[in-house]
């Protein structure tokens, strides 16, 4: 009897201790949010001090059975408040404290966080995930914490077996990423049908963040069907559009709602796709690019949209060959999924071309749309049917309408660094080779920002005619235009910079490569050239490679 009325009276006592722990946070979180110092001073002074980041996460450790479920969630909630706002620190090295005391008590926090989602208190709920959130999102710049021969990232605790005893088991159930994963998936899924509630927001923002940084979550989330779940909302989303549209008496608000549930599944997708082959195949296999194409008319009514969606799509086709063929798919009447062996106008892959080249007369002030439209081309350039789409329609007369060099304006320059790393990539495949060659004055402009004021424009347009060497068909063309082998003995006479003259040597090898007739005039414009810059060039281990393939050309042409 004693020893329940001392136990009672002890939880008491930490009850009330609690509550007054969360109110002197609550006092804190007020005067970080009030403090008016340059560069919060106070914040500052709170996040490195390494003892108070310890005692502050210290009351993850405290658990509901011992206590009173009022008092822990209150002082949960003040705390994740508090480390959200020392989340917004700016200089992120500042942040190794906290990031040592979060993984010295990661199990214990994820079980925290668990026990808040599993929680009916929704400011606990919603708290929690956006902290959890903040500390995901911060972790992809947060530096990491030196133990011995170990570096502690956010990434390797949250993907690290929680039972210390079976370390070599790395099964994704073990990790906190894959519980917390499943506990996430479940909660997805429970608001799938609540567009834009605070719930469902804060739920889609933690997932998202999970399965960018986890591999174990991705895993977790794609065998917990995921992808299978976001393609369906996909449809339905398209279906409520398509009737929204159709109802007079729809306000835009409803439509602006949907619009904003189809860019916040676009970004769960994103992230689910990001570096993952797995969900790459898994997103190929449930018809993204067809579902996707179905939207397309309906994402340009926003820019945001747009923009979620296009990155969505570079992150799928990023090192993804079934994903890049999979754009000139397009959906049947039916609905079933039918790939088009004839190039129409009715894929993915002609609309994404089409934004491509509106947004090259456009090119406005806000140049994100333009960047990563061209990215996309970059991407899908991998696949011989993308390449099609852009050989075979007017497409690359757009690189032939761009402005002259001297004007020095900056949407023109980034338009024409646009273009040159896009056909950097076209130009490595034979049949892209032939195409820019035939497109007329192309070796003329090409010389032309090889000349430009901007390192990365001269590379870029002497690895496109580089490239356009390797053709067998284009050698003899390339040899006889009047500029070209002058400005490659400029290039290796003057002083410009290693690695476009290593770029200028592999040209010439490919030039004489296969190749007699060429082989002689090199011999007489450029092997005087070549042999002047082996007697200059530095011979140290800086060079080792420039000096091997200048040599090998030397000999080539000597013979």
Request: proline letters at 2%.
């Amino acid at each position: 009897m004693n020893k329940d009325k001392k136990t009672r009276k002890s939880h008491l006592h930490l009850a009330c201790t609690l509550d007054m722990y969360a109110n002197i946070l609550k006092l804190t979180l007020q005067c970080l949010i009030h403090d008016s110092t340059d560069d919060t001073a106070m914040q500052q002074q709170i996040v490195v001090d390494k003892a108070l980041m310890h005692r502050l996460v210290k009351v993850f450790n405290t658990k509901i059975q011992d206590l009173d479920e009022v008092s822990c969630h209150g002082a949960w909630k003040q705390t994740f408040l508090l480390l959200t706002a020392l989340l917004q620190q700016r200089d992120v090295s500042a942040l190794c404290p906290l990031l040592t005391a979060l993984s010295i008590n990661w199990e214990e926090l994820t079980d925290v966080i668990c026990e808040c989602i599993k929680s009916t208190d929704l400011s606990v709920y919603i708290t929690s995930l956006h902290f959890f959130s903040a500390l995901l999102s911060k972790s992809v710049r947060l530096p990491g914490r030196e133990t011995g021969h170990m570096k502690i990232t956010i990434k390797s605790v949250i993907d690290r077996p929680l039972n210390k005893g079976a370390a070599s088991d790395m099964s994704a159930a073990r990790t906190s990423g894959a519980m917390l994963a499943t506990l996430l998936l479940s909660e997805h899924d429970k608001h799938l049908n609540h567009l834009m509630s605070p719930e469902k927001t804060a739920a889609v923002q933690a997932l998202r963040c999970l399965v960018g940084v986890s591999n174990t979550a991705k895993h977790t989330a794609l065998a917990g069907g995921l992808m299978e779940t976001l393609v369906e909302q996909l449809k339905d989303l398209h279906t409520q559009l398509t009737l929204q549209g159709l109802d007079k008496k729809s306000s835009s608000s409803k439509r602006h709602t949907l619009l904003m549930e189809l860019k916040e599944t676009f970004n769960l997708l994103n992230c689910l796709v990001f570096q993952s082959d797995e969900a790459k195949m898994a997103a190929v296999d449930n018809h993204l690019s067809s579902v996707v194409f179905n939207l397309w008319a309906w994402c340009q009514l926003e820019k945001s949209v747009l923009d979620a969606l296009l990155s969505l799509l570079c992150s799928f086709t990023a090192n993804n060959s079934a994903g890049s063929t999979s754009m000139v798919y397009c959906p049947a009447v039916d609905g079933s999924i039918v790939h088009q062996k004839t190039h129409t106008n009715n894929c993915l892959a002609h609309s994404i071309v089409k934004l491509a080249s509106e947004e090259q007369v456009r090119m406005a002030s806000n140049l994100r749309i333009p960047r990563l439209t061209f990215q996309l081309l970059c991407n899908m350039a991998i696949a011989g049917e993308c390449r099609n789409v852009m050989l075979k329609t007017n497409f690359l007369q757009g690189f032939l309408s761009l402005p002259a060099i001297k004007k020095n304006i900056k949407q023109q320059r980034i338009r024409q660094s646009l273009w040159l790393n896009l056909l950097v990539c076209l130009s490595i495949s034979s049949d892209a080779q032939q195409a820019l060659l035939k497109l007329k004055d192309s070796v003329d402009m090409l010389l032309e920002f090889s000349t430009s004021s901007l390192a990365s424009q001269q590379e870029a347009a002497m690895l496109v005619i580089r490239n356009l060497c390797f053709h067998p068909a284009n050698k003899s063309k390339l040899l006889s235009h009047e500029k070209l082998l002058d400005h490659v003995t400029e290039v290796l006479s003057a002083s410009a910079g290693i690695h476009s003259q290593h770029i200028v040597i592999s040209a010439i090898w490919a030039l004489a490569c296969n190749n007699q007739k060429g082989k002689a005039t090199l011999k007489r414009r450029v092997l005087g050239t070549l042999q002047d810059f082996e007697n200059q060039l530095p011979h140290n281990h800086y060079n080792v490679n420039i000096l091997k393939d200048l040599q090998n050309v030397i000999a080539l042409l000597s013979k």
